[in-house]
């Protein structure tokens, strides 16, 4: 079983920025993909940025120039650097970890680190 451990969430204003860390109990070179969501009250979890290789990331638009994700190997923990936060940017944030088989896909849930923006 894969541990993962979210912290850094909190109230910050408009403008801000906010650094997301998650700890993973094994090491993250097991992984296929490797990054975080986030879901906002009412509304479906959403890929904000992941790693799909050793180096290859992928974002989503709306944090893309704003939001940097990367890795300490050594320390098997993933970063999400959030600048210019928004009030749209509220959210609980979640790290995700994953391993695919062929068509198959187990994925890894931290318990999630609540992120608030707000004046």
């Known amino acids: 079983q894969v541990q993962l451990v979210e912290s850094g969430g909190g109230l910050v204003q408009p403008g801000g920025s906010l650094r997301l860390s998650c700890a993973a109990s094994?090491?993250?070179?097991?992984?296929?993909?490797l990054g975080w969501y986030r879901q906002a009250p009412g509304k479906q979890r959403e890929l904000v940025a992941v790693?799909?290789?050793?180096?290859?990331?992928n974002y989503a638009d709306f944090v893309k120039g704003r939001f940097t994700i990367s890795r300490d190997n050594a320390k098997n923990t993933v970063y999400l650097q959030m600048n210019s936060l928004k009030p749209e940017d509220t959210a609980v944030y979640y790290c995700?970890?994953?391993?695919?088989?062929?068509?198959?896909?187990?994925?890894?849930w931290g318990q999630g680190t609540q992120v608030a923006v707000s004046s």
């Open positions: 995700n970890a994953a391993r695919t088989y062929g068509l198959g896909r187990t994925d890894y």
């Open positions: 094994r090491t993250i070179f097991t992984f296929n993909a």
């Open positions: 790693f799909t290789g050793a180096r290859t990331t």
